[in-house]
């Protein structure tokens, strides 16, 4: 496939989101992309050239990383909307995380396509945001923790189909990159970098994980806050990526680690990811940022529409307009106790209060284990 070069950011993005869901029982029964493509829209900030739209893999692009009988199986299962005790049991489909659903395939194969598509668009430079991947979790032949593909080994691997050799990877989402680091903990031309919460599923991710050298994980305590994050990119992400010197970085932006979101003890803003967004733009020719886990409709909706707007400049309002915030009071979000009674705050605006405060003894030492690490390789990666 023959691309054009990104001259200014696109944002990827599909309507199959619109109205898909994994069940109404379930976290991701809440819109999340849809809805940050109608915030942009409504802000102005998504004018038709600057949207593209991703197409869907196919089985052979997957097989870069799934098994070709996973794929069958997924395919299979969607085309039956069931699945036999024994592909549920060797592939983790029909599982309480990863339900049979009637998008199952077309769903995860889009943003698997969104993915594919950016390290092709990103070949020559220039700055991608496909906020419906993300999905790090996937495992080759296993779905796994709402990730039916990996989308982010996907792209990794696109850019270099590309020619690309050093890539940075980052993952700011509540949980840990399991299915990431699966695939690249030992190449030491893929830096990971991973701030999840401690204690949480899928409770891999320690301190002490090096893999090659090269994979950082910063587990962080509940009530986790915007001074902290900004002490662990200070300190931590900001100078690996620097002196690993990538010429891509991929950003998993997962809005679960807001203080709003139900599935973690996390205390962050949006300020927190916008401000690592923005950090991260100016360390590689190349940026791919993706979105992730959040469940709580109304902070990913703000979240990444933020990103957004912090990846092309624009300059966040004190008060959404009308059409904006209508898209957001249209949403509903049931069987959530969270959804009782929300702050006017999450209909009217886009950006969150600062969640300042003290950076934790226990953190702070964590922090400094790293950054002793990361000193350490700088000299490996000249």
């Not at 696109?158 to 190449?187: K, M, Q």
């Not at 401690?198 to 320690?206: K, L």
């Not at 950076?359 to 000249?382: N, P, Q, S, T, Y």
Request: proline letters at 8%; a neutral charge.
């Amino acid at each position: 496939m023959t691309t054009q070069p990104v001259q200014f950011p696109r944002f990827i993005g599909a309507e199959i989101y619109r109205g898909s869901s994994y069940g109404g029982w379930h976290p991701l029964r809440v819109p999340r992309v849809s809805t940050v493509m109608d915030l942009s829209r409504a802000l102005g900030w998504l004018p038709r050239d600057r949207f593209v739209v991703s197409p869907r893999a196919k089985p052979a692009a997957l097989a870069a990383w799934h098994s070709p009988a996973y794929l069958q199986a997924l395919v299979q299962a969607e085309a039956d909307q069931r699945v036999t005790d024994e592909t549920r049991d060797r592939h983790g489909l029909g599982t309480t995380s990863n339900p049979v659903f009637p998008e199952m395939y077309r769903r995860p194969a889009t943003a698997a396509g969104g993915s594919i598509l950016a390290g092709e668009m990103l070949a020559d430079g220039g700055v991608v945001y496909s906020p419906a991947g993300g999905t790090h979790h996937g495992m080759p032949d296993r779905a796994n923790g709402f990730c039916y593909l990996n989308d982010p080994v996907l792209a990794i691997l696109s850019l270099r189909a590309r020619g690309l050799r050093r890539v940075a990877y980052v993952d700011i989402d509540a949980h840990h990159p399991d299915g990431v680091e699966a695939a690249f903990a030992r190449d030491p031309d893929v830096l990971m970098i991973s701030v999840h919460e401690e204690r949480r599923w899928p409770f891999t991710g320690a301190l002490a994980d090096a893999g090659g050298g090269q994979v950082f994980n910063l587990p962080v305590p509940r009530g986790f806050n915007d001074s902290e994050m900004r002490a662990a990119l200070q300190s931590v992400i900001l100078p690996a990526v620097a002196a690993f010197r990538p010429e891509a970085v991929v950003l998993q932006c997962g809005s679960d680690a807001l203080e709003e979101d139900p599935l973690s003890r996390l205390a962050l803003s949006n300020n927190a990811h916008w401000d690592a967004v923005a950090a991260l733009r100016p360390l590689s020719p190349r940026y791919l940022v993706l979105g992730g886990g959040g469940y709580n409709p109304w902070s990913v909706g703000r979240c990444w529409t933020g990103v957004w707007g912090t990846l092309t400049g624009q300059e966040i309002p004190d008060r959404l307009p009308q059409d904006a915030e209508e898209t957001l009071r249209a949403i509903a979000w049931t069987g959530n106790s969270r959804a009782r009674n929300p702050s006017p705050l999450l209909f009217e605006t886009l950006r969150d209060a600062p969640r300042e405060g003290a950076v934790g003894a226990e953190l702070r030492a964590r922090i400094e284990v790293l950054e002793a690490r990361v000193r350490a390789m700088a000299r490996v990666w000249v």
